[in-house]
């Protein structure tokens, strides 16, 4: 008895290896009646995932985003489970499946292939650990691989969980999620909603609010600041009060989380289909515009340039409402073609710079766009198809207002002529070239071959010197070096 009371005393023995259970709220099932989710919103494919999972011996559940939007009429684009399987035994019952990830260990079950492919992401159930039961290491996700290795619940030295796959009931995995409305879990046979935290009420609500202590999570997970401003732009729900009080004075721990992430989730927040409210939420916040520096630098670069610069801030609003247009349609969006449109009045300056010094027009456009890449975007591993997209976006740009010869019969079999069009498009309609260009080009991709070859006799007819009557071979020959010397400068 002494024996054991002196370890808890020093922090030893069963106490400090198994943390007290935290409160992890009443299980509450919810019948189709009451949450009133329309089951033919229910993915086949996730719909077999559970169902297979089940007759395997497993619980397994739809959870998270997707509960939620089904809960709100909604249907969702990814469909992800939760079970108390292993996986390892997860990825024994599908014949393709494949674990992944460190931080937190997950299977993606994948059918089909190719562009029409879909994976469910499948998570085991995790136990809420207490930050004090868990290992420390002095880094980052980075800087210390060789710490991480063999271990599974592991922070850094602001308390940020760097491992997390400990397996546990779902009552744990439920109360370690962030906000109520994502902790809900469905079970597509029985049509029953399992909520442990009130979700389903704080949805009808439209209330944002985050399971347990806010501090703690920020600590735990600070892009959870992040994903309470996409959510709230998204969903159109109201932080509670709670759960927002301490979010502006935890924006600090941002600093910690790899820039690769930090990257991820700018795209993310600016891809959910409400990029404009996701920027005036960061705003409202003081995340963004703000006297301190906020979690996207490159945001704060662009929109404080932007908001002196009429010409620029209706380029980037147009931009973002495209893509906002885009998502809302269910067409794909490239985050290398809203990045581009971001930083485009940036490449332009420094290249008319550049060319105003004496550079040759498309060299200068190359060291304009190499110098934003450099100053903007960085070295983010993995985001080498990222920036050979967007340099193709820029450059192509001066082949456009090239109209000769078999300049655009080559430029439309580009892979990314369609994405460079769509940006000239973007131009054109907010000032910056005269829409007959846009036009041009759009019927010209668009057309026959007989059109297309009407279409650059125009263009040539309007080239040709015009001869004054009266005048001489020598006066129309001296015409037409003038004429085609100004083409040639308003080419460039």
């Not at 290992?135 to 980052?140: A, I, R």
């Not at 980037?316 to 581009?340: C, H, M, Q, W, Y």
Request: hydrophobic share 40%.
């Amino acid at each position: 008895m002494i024996k054991k009371l002196i370890k808890r005393l020093l922090g030893q023995g069963d106490s400090a290896a198994k943390p007290g259970k935290p409160r992890t709220g009443k299980r509450v099932e919810v019948a189709q009646p009451e949450h009133g989710i329309d089951p033919a919103l229910v993915d086949d494919k996730a719909r077999k995932v559970v169902e297979t999972l089940q007759d395997a011996g497993h619980q397994a559940y739809i959870v998270g985003g997707a509960v939620r939007d089904m809960l709100l009429g909604h249907r969702p684009k990814d469909f992800d489970v939760a079970t108390d399987a292993t996986p390892e035994q997860v990825k024994a019952l599908f014949r393709r499946a494949f674990i992944i990830g460190r931080r937190f260990r997950i299977v993606h079950v994948v059918y089909g292939r190719g562009r029409e492919h879909e994976v469910i992401e499948v998570s085991t159930f995790r136990a809420y650990l207490d930050a004090a039961a868990a290992e420390q290491v002095e880094g980052n996700e980075k800087t210390s691989k060789s710490e991480l290795q063999g271990k599974s619940h592991v922070i850094d030295a602001s308390g940020r969980v760097l491992r997390d796959n400990v397996w546990g009931p779902q009552d744990e995995d439920a109360a370690r999620r962030d906000f109520t409305v994502n902790a809900l879990y469905y079970d597509p046979r029985t049509q029953i909603v399992v909520d442990y935290h009130g979700g389903i009420a704080d949805a009808k609500k439209r209330l944002l609010r985050m399971i347990g202590d806010p501090v703690a999570r920020y600590r735990e997970d600070p892009v959870r600041i992040i994903r309470a401003m996409r959510f709230a732009a998204k969903l159109g729900f109201e932080i509670e009060p709670k759960t927002l009080k301490p979010l502006r004075e935890s924006a600090a721990l941002l600093e910690a989380v790899p820039l690769s992430r930090q990257f991820d989730e700018m795209i993310k927040l600016l891809q959910t289909g409400h990029a404009i409210k996701s920027i005036e939420q960061l705003r409202k916040h003081g995340l963004l515009g703000g006297p301190k520096p906020g979690p996207f630098p490159l945001l704060d670069a662009v929109l404080a340039d932007a908001s002196k610069n009429p010409a620029r801030e209706a380029f980037i609003n147009a931009a973002l409402a495209d893509t906002d247009r885009r998502v809302g349609e269910d067409k794909p969006v490239a985050p290398s073609f809203l990045l581009a449109c971001l930083l485009w009045h940036e490449v332009l300056a420094g290249w008319q710079r550049r060319k105003a010094a004496g550079g040759a027009p498309f060299p200068a456009l190359q060291e304009a766009v190499d110098a934003v890449f450099d100053a903007r975007i960085g070295d983010i591993s993995g985001r080498g198809k990222l920036g050979t997209d967007m340099r193709e976006i820029w450059l192509m740009q001066p082949r456009f207002e090239r109209r000769t010869g078999s300049g655009p019969l080559s430029l439309i079999e580009q892979p990314r002529f369609r994405a460079g069009f769509d940006f000239l498009r973007l131009r054109a309609d907010t000032g910056e070239l005269p829409d007959e260009l846009a036009e041009w080009w759009e019927d010209f991709s668009l057309g026959t071959d007989e059109e297309r070859r009407a279409l650059l006799d125009d263009v040539r007819a309007q080239q040709q010197p015009r001869r004054v009557p009266g005048s001489g071979r020598g006066a129309a020959r001296t015409a037409g070096r003038c004429s085609c010397s100004t083409s040639t400068a308003s080419r460039r």
